[in-house]
């Protein structure tokens, strides 16, 4: 194994050392993007965080007995972008899902219409795409913690007896910043921590994880737009 390689693999499970990697390849990355594309790409546009999401796809998935990693990562890149475009011809925008999913009715025939719906509001409400970089920087976030931002749509809790669970679980978190670095670094929901601050159950817990760590990223994280949906969080309603 190379010293690449073996950067890599330590990459895969650690994110400030996925960030120094990001750092390291940013040129590389923005070449990638620039020729896979046939313009000039910087990290201000949309094909970035593109690009960031193929990156990390190709080093948390790497096989090194399976040849070279730039060459693995650029396949991922193109493919990636060309997703992308695809997914702009077909909608005619770049539009994002409003993030009312963490609000969602419990009929799932009213949630998808809610969705569709909102895609069509985004550029009167955000005509500078703030909320949908928002979202782009927290889908990748949250794919190192094993999902994405869009399964929150089956994630957010629907009962007011959960949803009151649910933040007293992250708030938990977001008031003892050990435990919330501690959870960033090893991208694991600190159940035990929780239950025995709060004495919620393991089984409320594991089913909300995704929910819970999302609003924790969120909530902790540069995401101005995306934290004025998570309302419930804000009220000073608890559990009795």
């Known amino acids: 194994m190379t010293d690449l390689d073996q950067k890599i693999m330590d990459a895969a499970n650690d994110e400030m050392l996925f960030e120094d990697l990001v750092s390291e390849n940013r040129q590389y990355l923005l070449h990638a993007a620039s020729r896979h594309t046939h313009k000039y790409i910087t990290d201000s546009d949309d094909e970035w965080s593109v690009v960031l999401i193929a990156f990390h796809h190709a080093v948390t998935s790497f096989d090194p007995d399976k040849g070279n990693f730039y060459a693995y990562s650029d396949l991922l890149i193109r493919h990636a972008l060309a997703d992308h475009y695809r ?6 925008s770049e539009l994002s899902i409003d993030p009312n999913i963490f609000e969602l009715p419990q009929d799932p025939d009213l ?5 569709v719906r909102n895609l069509s509001e985004q550029i009167t409400y955000f005509p500078d795409q703030t909320l949908k970089y928002e979202i782009e920087s927290a889908n990748l976030l949250l794919s190192r913690y094993g999902f994405s931002f869009y399964d929150l749509i089956q994630a957010s809790p629907k009962s007011k007896k959960t949803k009151l669970y649910c933040k007293k679980a992250v708030l938990s978190i977001l008031q003892n910043p050990d435990f919330c670095s501690e959870m960033k670094r090893t991208k694991r929901l600190p159940i035990k921590f929780i239950q025995e601050k709060t004495g919620i159950p393991q089984k409320i817990l594991d089913r909300h994880r995704k929910y819970i760590v999302a609003a924790v990223v969120i909530l902790s994280g540069d995401y101005p737009n995306l934290s004025e949906y998570i309302p419930f969080l804000k009220s000073e309603e608890v559990l009795p």
């Open 111 to 115: 949630a998808e219409n809610r969705i």
């Open 87 to 92: 997914s702009i011809k077909k909608f005619h």
